[in-house]
């Protein structure tokens, strides 16, 4: 049987419609199979889906005015689109943070989890929760038997590599026990860290805050972005890597994108 290649990329836009000066080249050239993408910050009657038409690439999306919003485009046809969470909790905001469908075969959850405020602020046990309905979605939809990619901005440095200056950062949201346990608990049910099959160094970083001057040269970052694959799928990963360039670039997004390839 002939092998195919399979690449995916995830990349919080930080509002789309301001980063499509960056994200359309890079899908030019770099001609992902998917890209995930968060934070896109528009209403979906202003998405600006012609942008994608152009280079050929499908795109469904799911957004709010001036808040979160998620999207999915692909080379590929695009099947069995769903938003938000399958359970009685379900909200309009759930919906414009979590988008899934399935291309080429393959299930994709795109989640743009909630980066939580303060550990004393009801949002950090909302994010909490969000990891357990995360993980009671897998259960009742997916199988950890076969291929399921989870991508998107989950808004968790899961280990001390994973962010500058840790013994700083014990009480961020983003890095805290409780947070880093939560996500854990979701990848127990039978994910694997792709980037971290490839790339066991520290200071590989996806965010990069816009308020630390020189941030990127200064090595002061977060890897709070994630490609997660079930054991099939992760067994035939060939590549995982972070493009740094796009931080770099004019105007840029807070975040860079993460790309992982497969043989399939």
């Known amino acids: 049987m002939k092998t195919n290649n399979f690449s995916i990329a995830t990349f919080n836009v930080n509002s789309i419609r301001s980063r499509l000066h960056i ?15 968060q934070e896109t910050r ?19 999306y799911k957004g709010q005015k001036s808040y979160n919003g998620v999207s999915i485009a692909s080379k590929h046809e695009i099947n069995d689109t769903a938003v938000g969470f399958d359970d009685l909790e379900n909200s309009p905001e759930d919906e414009a943070r979590l988008i899934r469908c399935i291309v ?7 989640s743009y989890v909630p980066q939580g405020r303060a550990l004393d602020h009801m949002y950090f046990q909302v994010k909490l ?17 076969e291929p399921l990619l989870w991508c998107g901005d989950l808004n968790v440095a899961p280990d001390s590599r994973d962010v500058y200056a840790p013994d ?18 979701v990848k127990s049910w039978g994910f694997i860290d792709v980037f971290r099959k490839f790339n066991m160094e520290p200071e590989q970083y996806t965010f990069y805050d816009y308020r630390i001057p020189n941030a990127v040269k200064r090595h002061l970052g977060w ?25 770099l670039a004019q105007k840029p997004s807070d975040h860079t994108f993460l790309v992982a390839e497969f043989v399939l």
């Open 23 to 37: 994200l359309i080249p890079w899908l030019e050239e770099n001609s992902v199979d998917v890209l995930c993408m």
């Open 42 to 60: 528009v209403q979906d009657e202003n998405f600006p889906k012609e942008a994608f038409d152009k280079i050929k690439y499908n795109v469904v």
């Open 168 to 185: 700083n950062h014990e009480d961020h949201v983003c890095f805290h026990e409780d947070a880093r346990k939560a996500l854990e608990n």
């Open 104 to 110: 080429r075969d393959i299930p994709i959850v795109n």
């Open 223 to 247: 890897r709070i972005d994630h490609i997660l694959a079930t054991v099939p799928l992760a067994r035939r990963a060939e590549k995982a890597y972070i493009d740094i360039s796009s931080r």
């Open 129 to 145: 929760r969000w990891f357990e309905r995360l993980k009671d979605l897998f259960e009742r939809n997916y199988s950890a038997y």
